[in-house]
């Protein structure tokens, strides 16, 4: 019972943007009119139950809008406030407001602008008294194409395991501002209660920006870092659970 209410609880969290603090001062790289577009998809999608799993990162937004718009209206020293416009496949569009605060939270749409290889994007915390949370650091500062511009670029990748629950993270942001380019992560999720297992992988691409240059690269060749930290799916899983149709 207490590894089911632990899980019930790491969901949650993983679906909030409740961070400790870093001791870590971080300059903020956009400014007010700042916008970026991103285009969002669930890839895949395993699972006896429905879409998306109660208690779960994944929401509809991931896999039924045309696209996701952030644009900067504020910035209050390391806060940015967005308006978040929602263009939704069944035809609307729908509006809200996000804070996005570049030390400590969790959905790390955005960090530090000019952060070097080796430092730390988010600090570690206690997560609910039970699991500790690892501190992140920038693995590498590529330098990746586009049709406009070559940016350099900086890239973490990290896992996590919690009671079975395995999350896979891949995350670049653009060096200059600290935006984020390209979001990936994979999950194979372990039972809850009522809730079925499930697996999935959820992709954000940035499609298009008022920033000149500032658009997703071809990540053929980069995107291959997923390679070490890929899980194989048993077959019989593939077989047994019905797939989200993508």
């Given at each position: 019972m207490k590894k089911i209410t632990l899980l019930?609880?790491?969901?949650?969290?993983?679906?909030?943007?409740?961070?400790?603090?870093?001791?870590?001062?971080?300059?903020?790289?956009?400014?007010?009119?700042?916008?970026f577009k991103y285009k969002v998809?669930?890839?895949?999608?395993?699972?006896?139950?429905?879409?998306?799993?109660?208690?779960?990162?994944?929401?509809?937004?991931?896999?039924?809008?045309?696209?996701?718009?952030?644009?900067?209206?504020?910035?209050?020293?390391?806060?940015?406030?967005?308006?978040?416009?929602?263009?939704?496949?069944n035809g609307?569009?729908?509006?809200?407001?996000?804070?996005?605060?570049?030390?400590?939270?969790?959905?790390?749409l955005a960090i530090g602008a000019n952060m070097n290889q080796g430092e730390m994007v988010r600090d570690t915390f206690?997560?609910?008294?039970?699991?500790?949370?690892?501190?992140l650091y920038l693995n590498a500062s590529i330098m990746l194409v586009n049709p406009n511009a070559t940016r350099e670029t900086n890239?973490?990748?990290?896992?996590?395991?919690?009671?079975?629950?395995?999350?896979?993270?891949l995350l670049y942001w653009d060096k200059a501002t600290g935006m984020r380019v390209y979001y990936e992560n994979h999950g194979n999720v372990a039972q809850i209660e009522t809730q079925p297992a499930y697996v999935y992988t959820v992709k954000w691409e940035l499609v298009d920006s008022s920033l000149n240059g500032l658009l997703v690269p071809d990540l053929t060749g980069p995107i291959l870092l997923l390679?070490?930290?890929?899980?194989?799916?048993?077959?019989?899983?593939?077989?047994?659970?019905?797939k989200l149709r993508i």
């Amino acid at each position: 019972m207490k590894k089911i209410t632990l899980l019930t609880v790491f969901s949650v969290l993983l679906s909030s943007t409740a961070f400790l603090p870093m001791c870590q001062a971080v300059t903020v790289g956009v400014s007010v009119g700042d916008w970026f577009k991103y285009k969002v998809k669930v890839t895949e999608y395993v699972s006896d139950g429905p879409f998306p799993p109660p208690l779960s990162p994944l929401t509809l937004a991931d896999n039924e809008t045309n696209w996701i718009m952030y644009n900067v209206t504020g910035i209050v020293q390391d806060v940015i406030n967005f308006t978040v416009t929602y263009n939704w496949k069944n035809g609307t569009t729908t509006y809200a407001d996000m804070n996005e605060n570049v030390t400590f939270s969790y959905v790390m749409l955005a960090i530090g602008a000019n952060m070097n290889q080796g430092e730390m994007v988010r600090d570690t915390f206690l997560f609910f008294g039970f699991y500790q949370w690892p501190a992140l650091y920038l693995n590498a500062s590529i330098m990746l194409v586009n049709p406009n511009a070559t940016r350099e670029t900086n890239v973490c990748n990290y896992s996590i395991n919690i009671y079975g629950s395995l999350y896979d993270y891949l995350l670049y942001w653009d060096k200059a501002t600290g935006m984020r380019v390209y979001y990936e992560n994979h999950g194979n999720v372990a039972q809850i209660e009522t809730q079925p297992a499930y697996v999935y992988t959820v992709k954000w691409e940035l499609v298009d920006s008022s920033l000149n240059g500032l658009l997703v690269p071809d990540l053929t060749g980069p995107i291959l870092l997923l390679a070490t930290m890929s899980i194989t799916l048993p077959i019989a899983l593939l077989h047994r659970r019905k797939k989200l149709r993508i």
